[in-house]
T-cell receptor, first 113, second 110 residues
Framework: GAGVSQSPSNKVTEKGKDVELRCDPI?????LYWYRQSLGQGLEFLIY????????KSGLPSDRFSAERTGGSVSTLTIQRTQQEDSAVYLC???????????FGPGTRLTVL | QKEVEQNSGPLSVPEGAIASLNCTYS??????FFWYRQYSGKSPELIMS????GDKEDGRFTAQLNKASQYVSLLIRDSQPSDSATYLC??????????FGKGTRLHILP
């Protein structure tokens, strides 16, 4: 079946602009995670959605970052007033409720000029 | 603060030898443990999961878990150049959140 998809694959923006990153999880997966990975670094947890529960936003680095998950499926990560330090690969992963393995999408490479 | 610790490496292993990757975690209530492989410029790919103490084997890979010591490891037998990658340890806690270590870079020497 189809895996996790993300769009766009690459995004170049100017400092101060807002960006939206999209994630389509695997059908039927109830958990969805967003991570950020800077060049040569590990995965930084951003936010976690599980079913209809309130999301765990504890990893969001500032109030410029927000995420939504509509209908328990597609998620959008929004970064307002982008800064150069926001440049990274943003990875989305989904996981079925009864098993915790995560399956990652290909990522969105964000470059803030 | 829940943490997952890995040696960043690089770990250099001759082709055909056993590569041993280690990971420790701080949350004693952790439930599930995973190893991911990440090639440069690619997304992480799940290679092993383990949920109970002991060893779990899958082909050339063996995951080992010791909850009392809060330690999980990955052994790669008959290492191949294609195994050269960064290996990420991930731990799922009681809150269902999955925390990743920073990864160990593995280099298989031909």
């Amino acid at each position: 079946g189809a895996g996790v998809s993300q769009s766009p694959s690459n995004k170049v923006t100017e400092k101060g602009k807002d960006v939206e990153l999209r994630c389509d999880p695997i059908s039927g997966h109830t958990a969805l995670y967003w991570y950020r990975q800077s060049l040569g670094q590990g995965l930084e947890f951003l936010i976690y959605f599980q079913g209809n529960s309130a999301p765990d936003k504890s990893g969001l680095p500032s109030d410029r970052f927000s995420a939504e998950r509509t209908g328990g499926s597609v998620s959008t990560l929004t970064i307002q007033r982008t800064q150069q330090e926001d440049s990274a690969v943003y990875l989305c992963a989904s996981s079925p409720r009864t098993r915790a393995e995560q399956f990652f999408g290909p990522g969105t490479r964000l470059t803030v000029l | 603060q829940k943490e997952v610790e890995q040696n960043s490496g690089p770990l250099s292993v001759p082709e055909g030898a056993i590569a041993s990757l280690n990971c420790t975690y701080s949350d004693r209530g952790s439930q599930s443990f995973f190893w991911y492989r990440q090639y440069s410029g690619k997304s992480p790919e799940l290679i092993m999961s383990i949920y109970s103490n002991g060893d779990k084997e899958d082909g050339r890979f063996t995951a080992q878990l010791n909850k009392a010591s809060q330690y999980v490891s990955l052994l790669i037998r008959d290492s191949q150049p294609s195994d050269s990658a960064t290996y990420l340890c991930a731990v799922r806690g009681r809150d269902d959140k999955i925390i990743f270590g920073k990864g160990t870079r593995l280099h298989i020497l031909p």
